[in-house]
């Protein structure tokens, strides 16, 4: 009688597409902004792309939506592709989404201060301010998150931040 090795069945992760922007201001700080439902959580604006909108459109819409920054102010410096990360916890996002697939753009910050605006929609926010990139922490980022964090900042700004200890 020959024994039957039975492979679990898999089910892919279905990746959403999504874009994460980073501003940057005249002394070429990062804008990081707190999640307002999460203290202590500190990122970069980031969100889905909808059905029919591509990354750029997705981006300009995000900004304006999440931190009340029109298109016309701020300038497209860099696009990179193909950032990944899986939910914790096998979540789902909308049913059926367990990560998403970011797109990621640098711009420059052309506008005042005053023209950054977190309730201009729904607010995802409580504080923003600017940061050197240098001063990002890795313990600001979910644990999920944090490997496409460390590969943005080496891509975009050539450094590798320290991981958080544990």
Partial sequence: MSE???TPITIPILYRPNVGIILT???DEIFVAERINIPGAWQFPQGGIDDGEDA???MYREMAEEIGVT???V???ERRDGYRYAFA???LKYGIYGGQEQSYFRCRFLGQDSDVNLAATHQEFSHWRWIKPEEFQMSWVPKFKRAV???VFL?????ELAPVEN
């Avoid at 891509?155 to 450094?159: E, R, S, T, V, Y």
């Fill in 71 to 73: 298109p016309d102010k």
């Fill in 155 to 159: 891509d975009f700004f050539g450094l």
């Fill in 56 to 58: 750029e459109t997705a």
């Fill in 89 to 91: 916890k096998g979540r």
């Fill in 75 to 77: 300038m497209l410096l």
């Fill in 4 to 6: 039957s090795h039975a």
């Fill in 25 to 27: 201001n005249e002394q």
């Fill in 149 to 151: 964090y460390r590969q």
